[in-house]
């Protein structure tokens, strides 16, 4: 699956690999990676820290 380059859907397909999975915050910037976007584990940390509870409260329902 191709993720557009809008800040938001890259912001949603992180948090969703970390809520659906358990997987470490590097996983996931290797999972991104291989989608064509290169971040660094620290930004989806600060994603996680900063939306992460927002996403869980959301995807639970």
């Known amino acids: 699956m191709e993720v557009s380059s809008k800040p938001a859907e890259i912001h949603s397909?992180?948090?969703?690999?970390?809520i659906s999975y358990p997987l470490s915050l590097?996983?996931?910037e290797d999972l991104l990676f291989?989608?064509?976007?290169?971040?660094?584990h620290e930004?989806?940390?600060?994603?996680w820290n900063?939306?992460?509870p927002m996403?869980?409260?959301?995807?639970?329902r």
């Open 26 to 28: 590097r996983q996931v």
């Open 50 to 52: 900063r939306f992460g």
């Open 13 to 18: 397909r992180a948090l969703s690999e970390k």
């Open 55 to 60: 996403f869980a409260t959301e995807f639970r």
């Open 34 to 40: 291989e989608r064509g976007i290169d971040i660094c």
């Open 43 to 47: 930004t989806v940390r600060f994603w």
